[in-house]
């Protein structure tokens, strides 16, 4: 319209470019509860896209936590942690995580995001530097942006290269920081975390390790990538964990030594500065902690489904590794071609999120399954025939297959 400014102008034009070179992103509606098995846009569907991985977000267990807490302390926490907002479930979720993940202390964050933002902005800054590897999620690479600290990216899970990197540049910040992703969103793979601790401590470097995809689905009873690598605790110093993953619930913590944690509360601003998680989240995640406590088989079962599931697609041909995590990508290289194949499998009733830049690399776009614990195995077999079938059927910039 006539009188439209000049930035919704340029706005407008921006989309249609998105648009045109079909990169444009649209929010879709899931109308049934996040499971495997529910619905899209009032359509039954499989979710094969969730990072629920465990299937807690829908488990009696959890809602019923979420239900009673709500009933007992309200739907507010009312203030941030530092005013009047911490309440006893922070506490007790603080202390339950702490013990699970075999760390001094915990600390919530309101999501991984602000977390990451948190620690970064904090714990380094002007005159510090940080080791971040290249694929390390948007979140890290944000919180490096705000730390104002120099930053040196080394290539993915090359610790020879982060060796150099530390070498040369080590000795002329005052403090040092390696962040990693433990599990990388996009790929699913594992980062050397022994090699990467071991150089932490060599270069008397802060280890900051992302547990996101990690919470819940690797070591023992979900504990984490320390617990599949059989570190020891303090091998990492700032370890960030979401309870909005496997562990069905939402929010973040951030466990380590008591000392990092009380200075993350004084000045940490993503901490400070945010109204405090509700007590139904609260009572969400307490009875996640508590429910894999006590039954350590879930992740196994997990762990099983993604094992039968990888190897069906190796089978076929598909080039996929036999990581233990339930982040299978299957890459189709060219963005509009990922984005028709996702709706192909739409058409089919699942729903797998087609991935293109700027979340990852220009010719890198991809399918990003993720294996569920709740998927039966029927269906399993069933989203199996579909990835075959559409195999036999022209994939003509499918850059992955032996
Ligand atoms: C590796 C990684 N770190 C952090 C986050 C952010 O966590 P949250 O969703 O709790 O903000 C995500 C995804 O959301 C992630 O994949």
Known sequence: MADDKTALLQIREELVSLDSRGMRRELKTVTGPQRSETSLAGQPMTILCSNNYLGLADHPRLKELAVEMTRKYGCSSGASRLISGTMTLHRQLEEELAAFKGTESALVYNCGYMANLGVLSTVVGDGDVIFSDVLNHASIVDGCRLSRAEVKIYRHSDVTHLEELLQRFGDSFNRSLIVTDSVFSMDGDLAPLPEIASLAKKYDALLLVDDAHATGVLGQGGRGSASHFQLPSDSIDLLMGTLGKAMGSCGAFVAGRREYLDYLINKSRSFIYTTALPPAVLGASLAAVRLLREEPGLVDELRQKVGYFRQ?????????????????????????????????????????????????????????????RDLSGTRMDEILAVFSQLHQNPWPSYKGLS
């Open 312 to 372: 069906a697609l190796r089978k076929m041909g598909f080039k996929v590794s036999d990581d233990p995590t339930p982040i299978i990508p299957v890459i189709v290289g060219d963005a509009g071609r990922a984005m028709e194949l996702s709706e192909e499998f739409l058409a089919a009733g699942i729903f797998i999120q087609g991935i293109r830049p700027p979340t990852v690399e220009p010719g890198s776009s991809r399918l990003r399954i993720t294996i569920t």
